[in-house]
């Protein structure tokens, strides 16, 4: 993956020589709010005048893209500047127990080391099983709601629920205004993340009255709702005197199911434009000039973008995201091309986009199709049977994309460096650092190996975490997988084929979907398949490290181990077999 960031160059010496060290920034996210929902972007059943004004005093995206058909993917990117696959992330969060490792920075801490005072205030979905997870561990300030649009219970830093009489939407723009009230004379970083307009649709009385009592006219009256808040929030940033100084960005997180996609095709939890397509407009009085931009923008952009405004050289930032600050001044500029996917978890398979320039490879349902999007950006036409060679050269390059973002560091927990692919372990075991995404509880994980043993009588542990996987040699040579669920059941798979001490054998476990209908385990030796179990429980969740060759430092594998991998994704089967024959020995 080659990495691409546009440096950080004030065009103006005023503004430079005004703004030294970068305005405030806000961004306010929408829910489930469409392409087409906005006045400005063509809607006329939805009163957004707010929205509509600072659409036409700023920059208004026209190809701004979320990261996924759902939130979370998109929330993830968000923060991090990363594809959401690089955390195993490609579905909105139920029961899973993901969420955004301490290793990974967020904008949070980015812009905080820039001197900023930050804060969180509305919905998080992006994970909260683990203290590292939560926002508070990020932000200075935090507000995070419990329930739904009435009477919520706030949690502000952690602290005690408070039972909250009023709208939500109103509430978390109450306490955004306080923010900025209590910061006013401090550069701040304001994420705003409204639950409007997702469901359940319950908007405030005196708004549900001016629409017709309806799904749609319960949608349109939340979206309208909002408006008004983040005009709210708009007038108090004049009020205070700081408008000229704060860029202030509106988005939202995925299409809609109950409102406007315009033109385009398809839904939310859809990968066709309209579930991922989404509204961008960005405001900043005095210096940004209204426009409209073209460029094609997704949300993992966002991260580094704010961090160049702040001062800092995204490139250092190590992410997929790159700054479109070069956009925001000159909005008819254009950025260079680059290949970009979309991925959708399914139940025990991935969909997805892969697009380079106009073309957009979609697979989904089983189904592949390809769209010229300059041509029919509502893809109504299929071509893939006119462009065979495209779909080959675009689903080569997703299966590339996906073995890089999937790929799992892993670190040895005695020294703290990075573990080699090379790493050669002989006759010791070795303890790899745990990481949260090593924890598969809802699937979704592969594990490969190559192996040469030596001669021994009894069974031996290759790999595993205690009391949650081991992948082992039994005595007679064939190699075996345990997996305990989380009422400490076990599931065992085992090869057909046998090692021997004469030869090299690539050795690929892989998991997916445990979290709702039961998961499948597969074993694979060089490439083939030995057994699968289709009725895999959800495994337990822990903090146990990774052990190679055996599950203490005493203990060793009597033979050679190498070529340790680990990802965040369920590797197919041409996928584990194209990895055997690249490692094969020589």
């Known amino acids: 993956m080659v990495w691409v960031t546009i440096g950080l160059v004030w065009n103006s010496a005023a503004l430079a020589s005004e703004l030294p060290q970068g305005p405030n920034l806000v961004f306010v996210l929408l829910d489930d709010v469409g392409y087409g929902d906005l006045?400005?972007?063509?809607?006329?059943?939805?009163?957004?005048?707010?929205?509509?004004?600072?659409?036409?005093?700023?920059?208004?995206?026209?190809?701004?893209?979320?990261?996924?058909?759902?939130?979370?993917?998109?929330?993830?990117?968000?923060?991090?500047?990363?594809?959401?696959?690089?955390?195993?992330?490609?579905?909105?969060?139920?029961?899973?127990?993901r969420g955004i490792p301490r290793r990974v920075a967020t904008s949070g801490e980015v812009l905080r080391r820039a001197g900023y005072v930050t804060a969180h205030i509305g919905k998080w979905h992006v994970g909260t099983h683990r203290e590292e997870y939560l926002p508070s561990a990020r932000f200075d300030h935090v507000v995070r709601y419990f329930g739904d649009y009435r009477d919520p219970r706030i949690q502000i830093n952690d602290g005690a629920d408070q039972s909250t009489e009023g709208h939500l939407t109103r509430i978390l723009t109450d306490r955004a205004l306080e923010f900025l009230e209590t910061h006013a004379k401090q550069r701040f970083f304001l994420n705003l993340w409204y639950s409007a307009a997702?469901?359940?649709?319950?908007?405030?009385?005196?708004?549900?009255?001016r629409y017709e009592d309806s799904r749609a006219g319960k949608y349109a009256a939340l979206v309208s709702n909002v408006d008004e808040q983040i005009g709210r929030l708009l007038d108090r940033l004049q009020e205070l005197g700081i408008a000229e100084r704060t860029l202030v960005m509106v988005s939202s997180d995925n299409g809609t199911r109950d409102g406007s996609v315009g033109a385009l095709q398809g839904s939310k939890s859809s990968l066709y434009e309209g579930g991922i397509r989404v509204p961008l407009v960005a405001s900043w009085p005095g210096t940004l000039s209204a426009a409209v931009a073209d460029a094609e923008v997704l949300s993992m952009d966002v991260m580094p973008t704010l961090a160049e405004l702040a001062g800092i050289d995204s490139a250092s930032l190590g992410i997929d995201g790159r700054s479109f600050l070069s956009v925001l001044r000159n909005p008819t500029a254009g950025l260079d091309p680059r290949f970009l996917v979309w991925e959708k978890r399914l139940d025990k398979h991935d969909d997805y986009v892969a697009r380079e320039g106009p073309w957009k490879l979609l697979f989904q349902g089983g189904r592949r199709q390809l769209f010229h999007l300059a041509e029919d950006p509502a893809e109504q036409t299929d071509v893939a049977g006119l462009h065979l060679g495209r779909v080959r050269v675009l689903e080569d390059g997703y299966q590339s994309w996906r073995q890089d973002v999937g790929r799992l560091p892993l670190w040895d927990q005695a020294s703290g460096t990075l573990v080699p692919e090379t790493l050669t372990v002989s006759s010791r075991s070795l303890a790899v650092k745990f990481d949260p995404l090593l924890d598969v509880h809802d699937g979704d994980f592969s594990f490969t190996l190559t192996v040469r043993p030596g001669e021994a009588e009894e069974r031996e542990v290759l790999a595993g975490r205690p009391g949650i996987w081991t992948l082992e040699r039994r005595s007679q040579g064939k190699v075996q997988l345990v997996l305990r669920d989380e009422q400490d059941g076990r599931q065992t798979l085992r090869s057909q084929l046998l090692l021997s001490p004469e030869e090299t054998t690539s050795i690929t476990w892989t998991l997916a979907g445990t979290r709702k209908s039961g998961g499948v385990a597969r074993l694979y030796l060089n490439g083939y398949l030995q057994e699968e179990n289709r009725n895999i429980s959800a495994l337990p969740s822990s903090d146990a490290p990774l052990w190679i060759g055996g599950f203490s430092k005493e203990q060793g594998f009597r033979g050679t181990i190498s070529g340790l991998r680990a990802y965040t994704l369920c590797l197919s089967g041409e996928e584990v077999g194209r990895l055997s024959r690249e490692r094969s020995p020589r």
Do not use: M
Not at 60 to 79: M, Q
Not at 199 to 204: E, H, M, T, V, Y
């Open 198 to 209: 997702h469901g359940p649709l319950d908007p405030p009385g005196e708004w549900a009255r």
């Open 39 to 97: 006045g400005c972007y063509g809607g006329s059943h939805i009163r957004t005048p707010r929205l509509d004004a600072l659409a036409q005093e700023g920059v208004r995206f026209t190809r701004y893209y979320a990261n996924g058909p759902v939130c979370t993917p998109t929330r993830i990117a968000l923060l991090t500047g990363l594809y959401p696959s690089r955390l195993g992330v490609r579905q909105a969060f139920g029961g899973s127990k």
